[in-house]
Nanobody
Framework: QVQLVESGGGLVQAGGSLSVSCAAS????????MGWYRQAPGKQRELVAT???????NYADSVKGRFTVSRDNAKNTVYLQMNALKPEDTAVYYC??????????????????WGQGTQVTVSS
């Protein structure tokens, strides 16, 4: 079993900064991509940013130049630094990991996991 535990987030005024982090633990052989998604009330979950094990990143157009995704492969942790926050960034932010999970017999299979979500609220 694998768990993703998020931390960070909170309340900030527009123009401010916040950071969130997500640590993966459990029966992990390797992690391919990790990333962040968000879901605002009444809206679908959307991609924010992803990062591969090699460090290649992908951002939603709405956050380019303001958000930075990074990861520490040794710690199986992904980070999201959010600057110049806007009220429209308000959402629950979810961590996601695409990984290879180990079985008790030593085999592995590809799996995808989500964190529990952390609230980010930007006041105007």
């Amino acid at each position: 079993q694998v768990q993703l535990v998020e931390s960070g987030g909170g309340l900030v005024q527009a123009g401010g900064s916040l950071s969130v982090s997500c640590a993966a633990s459990g029966s992990i052989l390797s992690i391919n991509a990790m990333g962040w998604y968000r879901q605002a009330p009444g809206k679908q979950r959307e991609l924010v940013a992803t990062i591969t094990s090699g460090g290649s990143t992908n951002y939603a157009d709405s956050v380019k130049g303001r958000f930075t995704v990074s990861r520490d492969n040794a710690k199986n942790t992904v980070y999201l630094q959010m600057n110049a926050l806007k009220p429209e960034d308000t959402a629950v932010y979810y961590c996601n990991a695409d990984l290879r999970e180990l079985t008790a017999s030593g085999r592995y299979f590809r799996a995808n996991y989500w964190g529990q979500g952390t609230q980010v609220t930007v006041s105007s």
